[in-house]
């Protein structure tokens, strides 16, 4: 998993082993199919044994992970992993459509006029039929 982790092919892992790339892949088949997450796999091993430690007390091991998770967030931000609130907030913001306007307009219809909105909402409008 380490070797997957500083990428390192099937190839160089078996040779490590002193065995051929097909018998690892069939020896090794978990660790071949999650060689593209072999990183994430490690440092979140390492960041739990950080947290366990930092918990316990350890105060170099608080400055540790304390450095080890800017990093972490500097990386993942640069590369575009994150998620990001803006994209949703921007999909929110999009225009309604004809169709859900008039709807909405018909949920609402009525909604505050004491003449004819009991009517429509009954007693006490709700703002939305059903």
Not at 74 to 99: E, I, N, T, Y
Not at 102 to 120: F, I, K, P, S
Request: charged share 25%.
């Amino acid at each position: 998993m380490c070797l997957f982790a500083s990428s390192h092919s099937v190839k160089d892992a078996a040779a490590v082993l002193g065995c051929d790339a097909k018998t690892f892949r069939k020896v090794f088949s978990r660790e071949v199919k999650y060689r593209e997450i072999a990183m994430l796999i490690i440092r979140s091993g390492m960041m739990a044994t950080l947290v366990a430690e930092a918990e316990g007390g350890s105060v170099s091991a608080i400055k540790h992970l304390d450095k080890m998770l800017a990093a972490e967030k500097m990386r993942v931000d640069s590369a575009g992993f994150a998620d990001k609130p803006a994209a949703a907030q921007k999909a929110a913001a999009k225009p309604k459509g004809l169709k859900e306007t008039r709807r909405e307009n018909a949920y609402t219809a009525g909604v505050g006029d004491d003449e004819w909105g009991t009517l429509l909402h009954g007693s006490v409008p709700t703002g939305a039929p059903n």
